[in-house]
């Protein structure tokens, strides 16, 4: 990668990071799509994992003060048991048909959004395992199920400290999980090592301006960034 691909990727990197940590449910719906202009999808898979595993770490560290220990049971165990299972499948399935699944997964989950906006999830134990396999399945097949994870946490209406706290610590052990199956795929390659330890200063400051900007922003202002 030439050397202004780079500075853009770095850049463009770190606003998914800010943008990610501000609404709450990570980087990963934002950063897939940038780093598929970069690299090949299985490399994107591979790098999303870890640049994940460093932004939740540095959001635990951040936001460690409040976690919802019921949605850690309900939503996560789902969550990281399909993430296995999605991330199993990757390696099945033809690169078009992933990328295909992943574009109508973006567009299809925002237009519900656009045309439904009052849509609300019923804050129910059942709706947050139905919320956990279905973001842990899509994350773990095309890179991304944050938006999933998000909206089903939104519907908890959780303090935004105990939303991005409860979502890292899930996103955590999602990220954690699918990192084997992919490395095990051979998603995770050498070459792309060098844009693995940018991406780790990039989830640090990324992570840390999203936490600033967040002191300024409501928690009625928050919610709605959410959804």
Known sequence: MAWDDIVIFTLLALLAEVIGTISGFGSSVFFVPIASMFFDFYSVLGITALFHLFSNI???????????KMLLIYLGIPAVLFVILGAYLSDKMPTEVLLGILSLFLIGFSAVFLIFNNLKIESSKRNAVVGGTLSGFIAGLVGTGGAIRGMTLSAFRLQKDVFIATSAFIDFAVDASRSVVYY???????????????LFFVSIIGTYTGKRVLNFISEEWFKRIVL
């Open 184 to 198: 095990t795929n051979g998603f995770v390659h050498k070459h792309d090592l060098p844009y693995v330890g940018i």
């Open 58 to 68: 540095s959001k635990i560290t951040l936001f460690r003060k409040g976690i919802n």
